[in-house]
């Protein structure tokens, strides 16, 4: 089996007949860049985020994509991510706090 693409957070590159894969936590990312509360539907949402291993250029480059009027549409997602983010730095869990360490700030 060929190995995966792994480029830009996607696991498969599309095709005609298949729809590209993406990393869940490159999914979950997405979820934090929308105008709707992540863990509205997932109230786990942010402590499963800190497990997974952080794709910072993924999360870089959806940061620098934004333009102000679009990051004022979900700036109280960035201020949750960045707030939960702090609370997973005091955590005894070191999975959680190496990822939370990642995430750029």
């Known amino acids: ?3 995966a693409e ?3 957070g ?3 590159k599309s095709s005609a007949s298949k729809k590209p894969l993406k990393e869940k936590v490159v999914l979950m990312y997405d979820e934090i860049f929308t ?3 992540p863990s509205k539907c997932n109230p786990r949402f942010w402590e499963e985020l800190f497990l997974m291993k952080v794709n910072l250029e993924y999360l870089e480059g959806k940061l620098e994509a934004l333009d ?3 990051l004022m549409k979900i700036k109280d997602n ?3 991510l960045f707030q939960h983010c702090i609370q997973a730095l005091g955590e005894e869990h070191p999975i959680r706090v190496v990822n939370a360490l990642q995430v750029p700030c």
């Open 35 to 37: 105008t709707e509360d």
């Open 10 to 12: 996607l696991l498969r």
């Open 6 to 8: 792994k480029k830009g």
């Open 1 to 3: 089996m060929a190995q």
């Open 68 to 70: 102000g009027e679009e």
């Open 78 to 80: 960035i201020n949750c």
